[in-house]
Structures are given as structure tokens and as C-alpha cells.
């Protein structure tokens, strides 16, 4: 209870009291003194009524003339109220005013948080002792659920910030180490740009690009001081030629012996720079806030596959891991099917290859794709000889190339006949003859390990969301599973 | 050792021209830094040949897709 009120409650029980004294007996002071209780009875109701009142008009989902009506009510209700409860109300329902939320800037966010707390700071200094020490008050506020809002945008930004520093520092030092960091950062970037408004994140990528060069540019240097055995730039050129072109003084002939080891140790890290770069594309600021996720996701994917053809094995497997998880994401982004032929080294999205499919899409899949074909005439012949060959440090024989091919396409067949079921808790299945090719594959010696897992946790998939469905055996008759 | 061209950047830092290309109209470097003693260090890099009024400047490349066909090229190039 509020001192406001408390103050009458308490004053009423002193009268109350009063009445049961033995030397309290004279009439005018009885009647007045039961008069004074039946006021504060009213205001007590009335104060209650009120808050009740108030308190549905800003948490209850009303209609305008539902508030309308109850703003009535409360300002017939206060007529007669003491002084002390209307100010009391007043500043209740100042607090508790609607405030409408804007979209904008760090600063708009940033002044709007101080302007509300200077405002909740003004009510408190104006408002009696304890009165906002009254849960209801906090509960109900309007501003407080601003400020609670505000809060949350300018601490999820200062979080992006700062992961996004984090994520180019780890991409800066080429390590194959920082992978699953690298990976962890991405998803949380990727969750926190959804919680922001769009120009917030324009503004954030501003950030990056254009105003905070040289502190970028330091951030750098710190890390390369801290990260010797790094196989990034160690000591940078005084000028940022990653950013200017720096003038050519002299070109010389000169003689310098360079190891073979640190030939391969260079290239490599090169290799795991492009292998990076590619890998966070799908999830960095700006391509996933400013292009289509499916033309991205599709020319990463034939960017990906360009780079498989050079790079280490140990990276061909980063690289088609990473290329599997875009698959999936087009998946659920397009309802498609997506599977790869381990025989021909083509991905398939529905019932085209992926070049086909990036074809269709958008102007930036297009853009990558002559992007490729003018550097490289393979293109389109994405993972020639597929992972397996080169993960096992093997060649596959003849009759593997064969047996994989012929059930990489009958798997392919069977997820694509069951495509527009992808979406559903259960397939109508044809039970007994997926199992049976599932054995098959499983049985069958002449597929490579990672191919037949493959291909059986596609099928395995399939088979659970069967499960609970009425399957029919072509012997047996229909049965329920 | 390799008797290849060296540059001198007008920072006063060196690379040594590990392979020397035009790529779509473009001339790019594969490079390694070296260090005060014309050694190299760790640091391998592709760098974007641009010429002004004569004068040949260099920036870092850093499109992923030059950056592989310029690997792939001196891997042939070292076979």
C-alpha cells in the first residue's frame, strides 16, 4: 500500500477506535467521526476503482472506445478525491502515458533513452515518498517497457559491433584453428541482426565501410602482435595496402632463397584466406542484409566449388562441408530438394544442377557466375571427382565410380519423387522399396564409406518420417506402422 | 635460391615476385614479403599492378576468386 492511500486507510482504523472508547460518547462527535469514515470508505473505493481502471487501460488489449469509456469513468470517479489521491493519479498516468516507438538512429536511440530516464528521474523527484516504490507503477509503465525496449536494441548492437570486430580479426589471421569460433560468431551475428532494425544495421555496416578505417586498421595490428605463429600479414607496411595503392619506388633482379616448406605454409594460408572469406559470405552484414539469400547462398556455393579444384584436401572438405550446409539452407529456404552426386561432383537443387539453378536466380547469382566463367573454364564442373576421392587419399576404381553413380542417382530419384512432402511431419511412403535399396546400398562394397553414409542418412530420413505413416507392402498387403 | 624481380614499395617495404601475370586485362603479382636482408618472410600476398602517368602502383587483391587462380597458376608453375 502507497502512502497516499495508506495515510486515510490507517486514519480510518484511529476512528474506528475512537468509536469503542468509553469516554467517546457524544453524539455530535460520534456522528461526525462516522461520517468521516463513511468519506474515507468512498475514497478508499474510489482510489481502488481507479487503479483498477487504469491499470486495464494499459495492460488489457482494449478497444479505443473501451479506453474511452474506462477515461470517463476515472474522471467522474475523481471528482471529490482529495487533492493528494488526483495528484497521485496524475502522475500515475503520466508515467503510464502511451509512447510511440520510432525507428531510428544509434542516437535517436541513444538521446530517447536519456530523454526517458530525465523524465522517470522529474516524476520521482515530484512524486510523494514511495509512491513509485509501488510495484504496480513499475509494472504498468510505458516507459519502462521503452526503456526496457531501448535498452535491449542499443546492447544488441553494441554486441553486433563488437562480434563483427571479432569475426574480421579471426578472418585476418587465416588460422584453420578459429574455425568453429569463426563459425559460433557467424550464428550469433546472424541472430542478432534479426532482432535490429533495418537502419540500424545500414548504419552499422556504415560503420565498417566507410568511418572507422584506421581504427579497423589497429585493431589488426594488435591482434597481429598478440598472434605470432599467425600465417597473416606479421609486420604490416606503414601504409594500408589492402585500402591504397601504394607507389612502386624501385623493381630490381635479386636473389632470395625461399624454403619449400614456407612456399606451401604461404599458399596454404592464402588457400584458407579464400576458403574463409567464402565461408563467412553467407553470413557477413552486408550480403545477407542487402541481397537475395538464395542467389547468395547459390553463387557461394559455385564460388565454393571453383576453389575446391586448388586447395588442399584438408580445405576441399572445409570447403564442401560448407557448401552441404548452404545446400541445407536453400533447402529450407526454397522447399527444394538438394543432393550431391559424389560420381559427377554436381549438385543438384530440385531437378537442375546448381549452375542451372543460379542461372534462374537473381541478377547476383548470374553476376557470379561470369565472374567464374572468366577466370575459370570449369565452372561448371563443380567438384569434379567429388570429396571422397581426395578425403580417403584414394582413387576410386571403375566399378566405384559406376555403383556410386547408379545409386546416387536412384536415392536422387527417390528424394525428388518425395520433394513436396519435404514439409510434412510424415511421408506417404512406398516403405518396403526404400528399405530395400536401402540395404542394397548398405550391403554394397563397392561404394566408398562417405558416399554410402550419405546416401543412407538420406534415405534413413525418409524412412523415419514413415514411421507413423499407413505404408503399403506390395506382398503383404497394406499395413498400418 | 630464386633470382626473380624484387619491388620496392615506396613505404620502403619489399616483395619478392614470385609470379608475374595478366589476368582479364589486369597484371598481378604473387609476392612474397622480405625482410631487411632480402629473405622472405610469412607472408605471401597477390597485389594488383596499376599504372598512372607512368607511374606502376600496387594495391593488395583481395577478391577470393584471383586470389585461387593466381594460387593455381603457380602451382602449375612449380610442377
Avoid: C
Avoid at chain 1, 541472430?191 to 532494425?197: F, Q, S, V
Amino acid at each position: 500500500m502507497n502512502s497516499v492511500i495508506k495515510k486515510y486507510v490507517e486514519e480510518k482504523k484511529e476512528l474506528e477506535h475512537l468509536l469503542y472508547q468509553d469516554d467517546f460518547n457524544f453524539n455530535s462527535d460520534i456522528a461526525d467521526t462516522k461520517k468521516r469514515i463513511q468519506d474515507i470508505d468512498k475514497i478508499i473505493d474510489k482510489y481502488y476503482s481507479i487503479l483498477a481502471k487504469q491499470s486495464s487501460i494499459n495492460n488489457d488489449n482494449l478497444t479505443s472506445e473501451q479506453i474511452s469509456k474506462l477515461k470517463d469513468e476515472i474522471a467522474v470517479d475523481k471528482i471529490g478525491l482529495p487533492e493528494d489521491i488526483i495528484n497521485y493519479f496524475n502522475l500515475y498516468a503520466e508515467v503510464n502515458s502511451p509512447t510511440v516507438r520510432q525507428v531510428g538512429s544509434y542516437d535517436y536511440y541513444f538521446d530517447r533513452r536519456r530523454e526517458l530516464k530525465d523524465k522517470v528521474s522529474k516524476i520521482y523527484q515530484n512524486a510523494p515518498i514511495s509512491l513509485y516504490g509501488r510495484s504496480e507503477v513499475k509494472v504498468d509503465s510505458s516507459i519502462k517497457r521503452e526503456l526496457d525496449y531501448i535498452d535491449d536494441i542499443l546492447a544488441t548492437y553494441d554486441k553486433l559491433k563488437d562480434n563483427i570486430s571479432k569475426i574480421r580479426r579471426l578472418q585476418n589471421r587465416k588460422d584453420i584453428s578459429d574455425r568453429d569460433e569463426l563459425i559460433r560468431l557467424s550464428n550469433e551475428i546472424k541472430n542478432d541482426k534479426n532482432k535490429l532494425p533495418l537502419k540500424l544495421l545500414r548504419e552499422l555496416e556504415d560503420y565498417f565501410i566507410n568511418d572507422h578505417i584506421d581504427r579497423k586498421v589497429k585493431i589488426q595490428t594488435d591482434e597481429e602482435k598478440v598472434a605470432p605463429v599467425s600465417l597473416a600479414v606479421i609486420d604490416r607496411p606503414k601504409k594500408d595496402i589492402r585500402r591504397e595503392k601504394v607507389k612502386i619506388k624501385t623493381r630490381k633482379k635479386g636473389k632470395f632463397r625461399i624454403p619449400k616448406g614456407l612456399i606451401i605454409a604461404g599458399v596454404s594460408a592464402m588457400a584458407i584466406a579464400v576458403v574463409m572469406a567464402l565461408e563467412a559470405l553467407s553470413s557477413s552484414v552486408s550480403s545477407a542484409i542487402s541481397a537475395n539469400d538464395i542467389s547468395t547462398l547459390a553463387s557461394t556455393m559455385i564460388d565454393n566449388a571453383n576453389l575446391w579444384h586448388s586447395v588442399d584436401p584438408t580445405y576441399q572438405e572445409v570447403l564442401h562441408n560448407v557448401n552441404t550446409e548452404i545446400a541445407s539452407n536453400i533447402s529450407n529456404l526454397t522447399g527444394q530438394t538438394t543432393a550431391f552426386d559424389g560420381a559427377s561432383g554436381i549438385w543438384h537443387i530440385g531437378d537442375v544442377d546448381l549452375a542451372t539453378f543460379a542461372n534462374n536466380a537473381q541478377e547476383i547469382a548470374k553476376g557470379a557466375i561470369n565472374k567464374v566463367a572468366s577466370i575459370s573454364a570449369s565452372a561448371v564442373l563443380l567438384f569434379a571427382g567429388g570429396i571422397p576421392v581426395l578425403k580417403k587419399g584414394i582413387k576410386l576404381n571403375n566399378e566405384q565410380k559406376k555403383n556410386e553413380g547408379i545409386y546416387t542417382k536412384k536415392v536422387n530419384d527417390i528424394l525428388n519423387y518425395y520433394k513436396n512432402y519435404t514439409t510434412l511431419d510424415f511421408v506417404p511412403l512406398d516403405y518396403f522399396h526404400v528399405k530395400n535399396l536401402y540395404n542394397e546400398i548398405k550391403n554394397n562394397k563397392n561404394i566408398s564409406s562417405y558416399e554410402k553414409d550419405e546416401m543412407l542418412s538420406k534415405l534413413d530420413n525418409l524412412l523415419h518420417k514413415s514411421a507413423s505413416a499407413i505404408t503399403f507392402d506390395f506382398n503383404g498387403g497394406g499395413k498400418v506402422r | 635460391m630464386i633470382e626473380n624481380d624484387i619491388i620496392t614499395l615506396e613505404d620502403d617495404s619489399n616483395y619478392g615476385i614470385l609470379l608475374d601475370t595478366k589476368l582479364d586485362d589486369n597484371n598481378y603479382f604473387l609476392v612474397v614479403e622480405l625482410d631487411d636482408n632480402e629473405q622472405p618472410k610469412n607472408n605471401f600476398k597477390v597485389l594488383k599492378e596499376i599504372i598512372e602517368e607512368n607511374d606502376s602502383y600496387v594495391i593488395e587483391e583481395t577478391d577470393a576468386l584471383v586470389l585461387n587462380k593466381l594460387l593455381d597458376m603457380y602451382r602449375k608453375k612449380l610442377n
